[in-house]
């Protein structure tokens, strides 16, 4: 049986329990549910829970060391060549044993009783299946498979069994504790509570597991190449010929990149910070609400327009463009440029701005309004005062999310301030960010140890040390000025 289809039944098990639960706890009283210490529903999910939490932890423990622990099984039965010799070998191994259990989980069992035989071409009873096979595969490798197909069907038929039987197991058991003074209420809140908590963990796990793989990665790159030359270093030049000699085998200076990266990103946000801002003002202001149901989801239309879209209209039109006005005004422009990606990439901010400062200007109380107001302070004296100090916190959040997307952006900085890594106050050269190099040092067939790809880690660590340092600067910045306002 299928795991989606196992844990269909084991969910129905589990509205067979409620509706049983519910029933039981009424006929517990006679009908008269306000003697129940709790409500009928809450028996019904207290069965319902008992039905399915140990069934489905159990799958889950299943699909977690059922796979290697076959892997690790099936590996046995190979050759003692294959099993101590390279790596690249053992892998290219298994994987075609996966592909011949692909094929043998298709035939009928006539035909897998002939795949024993050796005289049976195997290759082209798996083939007729539409299995994909360059060369007929080795014996070790078929009977290696026709044992991991024996291993997953024998574990699928003892997890069916098990779950099922742990799922009535756990239905009789909640049912029959079902009864006036049991606390079902407690219990399933208690549950609840426990899911909530294991919820609000993910992203904290997520954020340390992204931390770790990049940290340990890092430290295995400084152990090549000094950490104070990748800090330091004014030269980016990984040089790739030289990847699979064990050494650095080039120069990896952070400088240049973290350079482009804050260059654009400042360029990104002195186009959208003003203008993102000063439209938030005139729409929650100014605007009267014809236009402003209007304007605002016109605006918010950029925010939907997908990246790589920006990046082909500054290398197609907006470059060129640029480059042109700035020959005929006597300027040396590149087409593709820190004034190109950041004017382009600014435009793509400015819905992130102004969408959610005019939501927090919109939040100012209009008791602060109307006070200023009776003092006599003018419209304009009373937003430039009052509203957008008290606001003051919030456009600080919407300025910073701004700046983290300008800063890991890539689309737009690959098609319109182009991979050189310059370091250069001019802002009519090409340069690149870090977010780019990323990409480009992830991208080939080198190896996965090699300098030339653990660098990748380290530039993605210090993006993270970066956005965490930017982060925590305005935290501090809005928790300054939010107990002055409070």
Same mark, same amino acid.
Request: with cysteine.
């Given at each position: 049986m299928?795991?989606?289809?196992?844990l269909l039944i084991v969910f129905?098990?589990?509205?067979?329990?409620?509706?049983?639960g519910?029933r039981?706890?009424?006929?517990?009283v006679?009908?008269?549910?306000?003697a129940?210490?709790?409500?009928?529903?809450y028996?019904?999910?207290y069965?319902?829970?008992?039905a399915?939490?140990?069934?489905l932890?159990l799958?889950?423990?299943w699909?977690?060391?059922?796979?290697p622990?076959?892997?690790?099984?099936v590996?046995?039965?190979?050759?003692?060549?294959i099993?101590?010799?390279?790596e690249?070998?053992?892998?290219?191994?298994m994987s075609?044993v996966?592909?011949?259990?692909?094929?043998l989980?298709?035939?009928?069992p006539?035909?897998l009783?002939?795949?024993?035989?050796?005289?049976t071409?195997?290759k082209a009873?798996?083939?007729?299946k539409?299995?994909p096979?360059?060369?007929?595969p080795?014996?070790?490798a078929v009977?290696a498979?026709r044992?991991?197909?024996?291993l997953k069907?024998s574990s699928?038929?003892?997890?069916?069994?098990?779950a099922?039987?742990l799922?009535?197991?756990?239905l009789a058991?909640?049912?029959?504790?079902?009864g006036?003074?049991l606390?079902s209420?407690?219990a399933?809140?208690?549950?609840a509570l426990?899911?909530?908590?294991?919820?609000?963990m993910?992203?904290i796990?997520?954020?340390?597991g992204i931390?770790?793989s990049?940290l340990?990665?890092?430290?295995?790159f400084?152990?090549?190449v000094?950490i104070?030359d990748f800090?330091?270093?004014t030269?980016?030049?990984p040089?790739?010929?030289?990847?699979g000699?064990?050494?650095?085998?080039?120069?990896?200076?952070?400088?240049?990149?973290?350079w482009g990266?804050l260059?654009?990103?400042?360029?990104?946000l002195?186009?959208?910070?003003p203008v993102?801002?000063?439209?938030?003002?005139?729409?929650?202001?100014?605007?009267?609400?014809?236009?402003r149901a209007?304007?605002?989801p016109l &605006?918010?239309?950029?925010?939907?327009i997908?990246t790589?879209?920006?990046g082909f209209?500054?290398?197609?039109?907006?470059?060129? &463009? &640029?480059?042109?006005v700035?020959? !005929?005004?006597?300027?040396?422009?590149s087409?593709t440029?820190?004034l190109?990606?950041?004017l #382009?990439?600014?435009v793509m901010?400015?819905?992130?701005v102004? !969408?959610?400062?005019d939501?927090i200007i919109?939040?100012?109380p209009?008791?602060?309004?109307?006070?200023?107001?009776?003092?006599?302070?003018?419209?304009?004296?009373?937003i430039k005062?009052?509203?957008?100090?008290?606001?003051?916190p919030?456009?600080?959040?919407?300025?910073?999310?701004a700046?983290?997307r300008?800063?890991?952006?890539?689309? #737009?900085?690959?098609l319109?301030a182009? #991979?050189?890594?310059?370091l250069?106050?001019?802002?009519?050269?090409?340069?690149?960010? #870090?977010?780019?190099?990323?990409v480009?040092?992830l991208?080939?067939?080198?190896?996965?140890?090699?300098?030339?790809? &653990?660098?990748?880690?380290a530039l993605g660590l210090t993006l993270?040390?970066?956005t965490?340092?930017?982060n925590i600067?305005a935290?501090y910045?809005?928790?300054k000025?939010?107990?002055?306002y409070?």
């Amino acid at each position: 049986m299928s795991t989606p289809l196992l844990l269909l039944i084991v969910f129905a098990l589990g509205i067979v329990g409620w509706f049983l639960g519910n029933r039981r706890a009424r006929a517990s009283v006679d009908g008269k549910t306000s003697a129940l210490h709790s409500r009928p529903g809450y028996y019904g999910a207290y069965v319902l829970l008992w039905a399915t939490l140990p069934a489905l932890f159990l799958i889950i423990l299943w699909l977690a060391i059922a796979p290697p622990i076959t892997t690790s099984m099936v590996q046995s039965r190979l050759p003692e060549a294959i099993q101590t010799g390279p790596e690249q070998g053992l892998t290219l191994t298994m994987s075609t044993v996966r592909l011949v259990e692909k094929g043998l989980d298709a035939l009928s069992p006539e035909e897998l009783d002939k795949t024993a035989n050796p005289s049976t071409d195997v290759k082209a009873l798996l083939m007729s299946k539409g299995v994909p096979l360059a060369v007929t595969p080795e014996p070790y490798a078929v009977d290696a498979a026709r044992y991991q197909l024996t291993l997953k069907r024998s574990s699928q038929l003892l997890i069916t069994v098990a779950a099922i039987g742990l799922s009535l197991l756990g239905l009789a058991f909640g049912f029959l504790r079902v009864g006036p003074k049991l606390r079902s209420r407690n219990a399933v809140e208690s549950v609840a509570l426990a899911g909530l908590l294991g919820c609000s963990m993910v992203a904290i796990l997520t954020t340390l597991g992204i931390v770790l793989s990049m940290l340990f990665e890092s430290i295995h790159f400084f152990s090549i190449v000094p950490i104070q030359d990748f800090l330091f270093g004014t030269v980016w030049d990984p040089r790739f010929s030289s990847a699979g000699s064990g050494a650095a085998g080039g120069e990896f200076g952070l400088l240049p990149l973290l350079w482009g990266t804050l260059y654009i990103s400042l360029v990104a946000l002195l186009v959208a910070v003003p203008v993102g801002l000063f439209s938030a003002v005139y729409m929650s202001e100014y605007a009267s609400g014809r236009v402003r149901a209007t304007a605002k989801p016109l &605006l918010e239309i950029l925010a939907g327009i997908p990246t790589i879209v920006y990046g082909f209209f500054a290398l197609i039109t907006f470059g060129p &463009l &640029l480059r042109d006005v700035g020959a !005929s005004v006597g300027l040396s422009i590149s087409a593709t440029s820190v004034l190109t990606a950041g004017l #382009i990439m600014g435009v793509m901010l400015i819905p992130f701005v102004s !969408s959610l400062s005019d939501d927090i200007i919109n939040a100012v109380p209009q008791s602060l309004r109307e006070g200023s107001y009776g003092l006599g302070a003018t419209q304009s004296e009373t937003i430039k005062r009052v509203i957008l100090p008290a606001a003051l916190p919030g456009i600080v959040g919407a300025v910073l999310l701004a700046a983290s997307r300008a800063i890991g952006e890539t689309m #737009i900085v690959v098609l319109a301030a182009g #991979i050189a890594p310059n370091l250069t106050l001019n802002p009519f050269e090409p340069v690149t960010t #870090i977010t780019v190099k990323i990409v480009s040092q992830l991208t080939g067939d080198l190896e996965f140890n090699s300098p030339q790809t &653990l660098v990748a880690f380290a530039l993605g660590l210090t993006l993270f040390v970066f956005t965490l340092a930017l982060n925590i600067y305005a935290l501090y910045i809005v928790r300054k000025y939010r107990e002055q306002y409070e």
